[in-house]
């Protein structure tokens, strides 16, 4: 009896795509780097995709499993990840080595979101062009100059805590803590005095609040 092509073919197919997927589970042990052993297909973020774990329920449990190392190895469906536990390890990974390890899990398209190509989801020679010309605004001149700014928004944080503490008004913490933010946002950022807490329905609140809305739906 003959095997019909098309049957081979399936076959073949099958055989070659498990191959791959077991090379890519593989890639530490290649390495001689201890790993969380990876589900099939899932890697590690099982839980992720049954919606059962947050991701940082999934890199609490790996580190767990990691107990131990300085460092470990886990998988992101099929894509290895480095998980690092020792904290001179981590140290040097964001004060001096940071430049050749700086591409983010999350993915971003400028051309659907212009607002998803920043410093915090950029990769590659974007990400490093995107730097330079952010980092002259944080040198430590600029902070320092930016300091009496943050005091001035501090003094006006205080004062409204105190206002309110005397009336025994009832805050909401959150809503606070975004006025003092947004205060020094528009301070440093752009050189505009909106004081959210003495005008709550300030022009620039109100418009950094539809943004963050657009962001978390």
Known sequence: MEIPLWVLVLIILITVIYIYIKHCYNHWKRKDIKYVEPHFLTGNCKGILLTSETMGDVYEHCYKQLNGEKYGGIYLMLKP?????????????????????????????????????????????????????????????????????????????????KESAEIEDILEIQDVMARYTTNIIASCAFGIQCDCFKNPEAKFRKWGTKFLEQIWK
């Open 81 to 161: 990840q480095l998980l690092l536990r020792d904290p001179e390890i981590i140290k040097s990974f964001l004060l001096k080595d940071f430049e050749y390890f700086h591409d983010h899990a999350m993915l971003s398209d400028e051309k659907i979101d212009p607002l998803s190509g920043n410093l915090f989801m950029l990769t590659g020679h974007k990400w490093k062009n995107m730097r330079v010309l952010l980092s002259p605004t944080f040198t430590s001149g600029k902070m320092k100059l930016m300091f009496e700014t943050f005091e001035e928004c501090a003094v006006e944080l205080r004062d409204y805590l």
